[in-house]
């Protein structure tokens, strides 16, 4: 097709509008015929003024009465344009803010499609800002007027009808070219429109029916491209040959038996399907996810042990420091009276820090140490095993997609088990996740009492406090949370530094205090930490670098200050460090929080304490492209298609890669060339992965 081609080839478009295009991501007649409309008004039928109601969107066709503008009584730079119109049922006000340049086209009899919200103003019918388009030829105005009619994001320069008549000068030149690299087989299985049809019917569709059938097939498409080169890793890892571990030993029974506790019925389920994996000869590619608290780390070091027993070492990579040690100080223990045919297990410690790194390296590389624990530290390149066969990456979201791969690259083919602990559903995971098999312990040790959310404002915060110093007072523990933004670091720590003695000098006189901040020497950190766990501290005030992992069961309080600077499921993250014993916790809001999206993310917090809820409404709140950052920019591609309400059509596409790759993984039958061509142009690194194997 005119994938390549310019759309500066099209009749009105110079370099000044293509320039406009370029900065929306349009430069070729592809990419144009790809940018969606972002609604649609079905001009077939107006609604009648007479018919309207407050509160709902209509669109309306209406002549001017008379226009004019004032100046806002309480600034002056901002400008009100207000006009009167009418259709035969009705008369309506509307009011435009700071358009002044309006004014010059609202000249009384010309004819106007209003689009917006009804509302009551001084008990007559406005609306506030709505979207306007004037017909001034309306006998030769097929595109604008009597049909479904496309309503686009305009690129700088356009108007809606110039923007309309070109996508339609596009349609006309180049659909009839057009071919359609989904196979014929495929589509007919899944009742999928053809191409030309679809994007003329998600521009200008005759009929919603077929608008439905034209968004159905475009975002099958996109699911379906974004799944191949997911489901080809996922294909290509198989054929890899793995490890066979001896899953079944007396290590592992040793262990389990020597724990306080019994494994839920949840880790029992995902220990099985790792022992499966861990055991088949093909190479482990597990996502484990799991709400905070509900006990990952116990099931992955469990699958540490069953490398240990089968005769090789295992490395568990954190995203930090007083992580590393956290769980280096619990697996010692756990781990201390464990023999192994004759030995005891040895466990190291790696960090960017230590002076013994030099040690640890020999050490591994003679396999005298079993497992290493530890920070990026790991991923040096001095770091070199004698037999890796297991991986764990804990906390996974901290980490970028390249750092996780690195790891395994330290054994042959080893297992590798990630975890994370901010749940997403199901479809969710397969969208981002798709090469990778999905375990899910989907609850939480017996006798967790859920923690109690509060939210209260700055002036209410003593309340707050209170409640905190009744904690203190059973000789619990509490933690103070202060946020910490990257653009303002040096500031923020002075920020937390000043509250660290305020409080200490007044609400919190007699208790004592510890501050924590990402700007202190390791060495101090540690020494903090060690002093809050050992119930040398009372409080400790921290930024959010206690975010993951930390796991101190006596602490059953946490402020956190400033509740509004924080994201959803980085508060839920937070609120993970308490509530993990058998006591009843609180968690403490404060915050005035201004805007309607962090009223929304507080009141999610307080009325729920299940992280899977938590991440569904974190990411409608702020969507999927904004939920995982730029790190999984991938989603950000999906412009039609939704993993969330799109299941169906997702687990279609999803199939139908798999039953194309299995077939023909090189895409080189004739009916797969288009396709081929259409993948690397998107995933040119497709290229590399289907030369493999
Ligand atoms: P996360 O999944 O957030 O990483 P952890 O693995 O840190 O959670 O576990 C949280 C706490 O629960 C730890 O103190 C751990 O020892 C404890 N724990 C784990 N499994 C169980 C269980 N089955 N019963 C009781 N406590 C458990
Ligand atoms: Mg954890």
Redo the contacts with the bound molecule.
Sequence with gaps: MAQNTSIQYLKGIGPKRAKSFALRGINTIEELLYYFPRRYEDRTNFSNISELKEGDFYTIKTEVLSGGQRNSWRRRAFSITEAALADKTGKINCVWFNQPYLKEYLETGASLILYGKVEMYNGRMQMNNPEFEFIDCEDDDSLNIGRIVPIYTLPQGFSQRSMRQLIKNAIDEFLPKIKDYLPFDLRSRNNLLNLAQSLLNIHFPQELTLQKQALMRLSFEEFFIFQLPLVLRKLRRKEKKGIRHAIDGKLIDDFISG??????SA?QKVLEEIKTDMASGQAMQRLLQ??????????ATLACLIAIQSGYQAAFMVPTEILARQHYT?ITAQLAGLVFSGCKIRVGLLTGQDKEKEKIYQEVKEGEINLVIGTHALLQEELRFKALSFTVI?EQHKFGVGQRALLPKKGNNPDVLI?T?TPIPRTLAITLYGDLDISV?NQL???RIPVKTLHFSQQGREKGFTIAKEELNYGRQAYIIYPVIEESYALDIAGAKKMFVELREGEFKGFRLGLIHGKLKAKEQQEIMLKFRNKELDLLVSTTILEV?I?I?NATCMIVAYAERFGLSQLHQLR?RIG??NLQSFCILISDAQTEESRARLQAMVSSSDGFRISEEDLKIRGPGEFFGNRQHGLAELKLANSLTQMQLLKAARQEAIKLLSQDARLEERPHQLLKEKLLQRFPEYEKLMLVG
């Design positions: 724990l306080p506790f019994k494994l839920t880790q799991g709400d905070v608290g509900s006990g990952k780390t116990v099931v619990k804990d975890l602990a312990i040790p017996a006798g992992g796991d069961p993970g993990r014993g």
